[in-house]
């Protein structure tokens, strides 16, 4: 009789373990609105990912946080805006954790919920103390110390040194007999700069990227020290996806999630011998490629597993696109007739659409396949909705901006979100069908990039359903709607 009810206990706990959905989210750098065959490009096919979406439910309105990189990651993972705070903006390569050690993060969650939980890739949301990482002993304030059981990472971007993985909370491959240095003023050690000497470059710059050399590469940033650990920046994609692989195929009897934070497309883009030339769009067209392999292999594995009927798949972008972001890599002048914002204005840094809505793909066994979209969506609802998932309790305090939209993610509500807020060099806010850019003086950044960042000291208002181009500014001939959304984002700025 004790056996019979061990037996029971032990089928019942196996079905109650079954229930738990394993989580990939799939965050790709700069990839554009337009970038994917799933999303109407013309010029250039992503299959594995026109699979995903084909087999899943695809976003016509989703939203990363910001127009660049550091403040979607934090608000991913915090659930908060990142305007909230001051010092979320593009973070130096040896910044200090923006996200401090035991804060709630989505890692967090899930850890909760019993599941192992990895980040590979990109972090760039700094590490370490008040005084930044210590790249030479054990690195504290990492995603160890936020709920991730494992990391591997590229400590902040690929043209920002110093040019090593950290693995959990060392570097990789360090030689104590050559520790590293870094510094984000003035040079140090006698590594070349690309500024010093540009005939040691194998990629010239366009703009900035002119100090120490690695890899052919002039980078932002000095640094000496670390020769055995520098990354070779052909092998990235591959080192990244290869470490994603092996987290996944180490849990695949456990519940785990799976933050896989791509460099591609970044710059430098300096995509594999396999992709290189492939795409006929200079090298930014052949990350995308690269890209897409790399999300091919993480599907077959989930597949090979038999993981994929009871796993949830997410993909999205940190922000916009943008062609020519430092690098002379071909991009420019082979972009063609492909359209990475895909018609929409702006891109990275900017203000208008193309700087945050982004491609947003949902694959889950409950929703029906091939599902498109028009809720509005957006990568701050992370927590709160991995929470409501795994039926956990959060913070809502500390993540306060984040909202429960499972059941618009699944598919089952095709309202979404009320509206959303974009951070740029200023803000926008978007409800319905209608955008609100508030006044702001000055360039919002000074990189030479060939995109309209959106500023103006005069207000701005768009109906995106009529002019989803944002070509017409409405703001004088629609006063009530104007102060409507205005009022509603001064409200939210006063939340603290």
Known sequence: MKFRFLILFL????????????????????????????????????????KLAKEGMKFTRGYSTAATCTPSRYSLLTGRYAFRRKDTGIAPGDASAL????????????????????????????????????????????????????????????????????????VVNLDPNDPIQVNYVNKIGDWPTGKENPELLKMKHSDGHDNTIVNGIGRIGYMTGGTSALWKDEDIAQRITDKAKEFISKNSKNPFFLFFSTHDIHVPRVPNSRFLG?????????????????????????????LSSNTMVILTSDNG??????????????????????GLRGGKYSAFEAGTRVPFIVR??????????????SQVDLIATMAGLTNQNYDIASASDSQNQLKTWLGTDSKGRAHVIEQSGTLSIVQGNWKYIKPNKGPAYNFKVDIEYGNDEAEQLYDLSRDPSERYNLAKSVPIKLNELKSLLQNELLKK
């Open 321 to 342: 696109p943008v062609v020519d972001d430092g690098y002379h890599d071909g991009s420019k002048d082979n972009i063609g007739k492909h359209k990475p914002a895909a």
């Open 11 to 50: 089928i019942l706990a196996a079905k109650s373990f079954a229930q738990k959905p394993n989580v990939v989210l799939i965050y790709a750098d700069d990839l554009g609105y337009g970038d994917l065959s799933c999303y109407g490009a013309k010029a250039i096919k992503t299959p594995n990912i026109d």
């Open 99 to 170: 996200i401090k050690g035991g804060q709630q993060s989505v890692a967090s969650i899930f850890g909760k919920a019993g599941y192992q939980s990895a980040v590979v890739g990109k972090w760039h949301l700094g590490l370490g103390g008040a005084e930044g990482p210590n790249w030479n002993g054990k690195i504290t304030n990492g995603p160890l110390d936020i709920g991730f059981n494992y990391a591997f990472l590229i400590p902040a971007t690929g043209d920002r040194v110093p040019c090593v993985y950290v693995e959990n909370d060392r």
């Open 278 to 306: 492939k795409s006929g769009l200079g090298n930014r067209g052949d990350a995308i490629l690269q890209f897409d392999d790399s999300v091919g292999q993480l599907m077959n594995l989930l597949d090979s597993l038999q």
């Open 364 to 377: 889950h066994p409950s929703i029906k396949a091939g599902e498109v979209s028009n809720a509005l969506v």
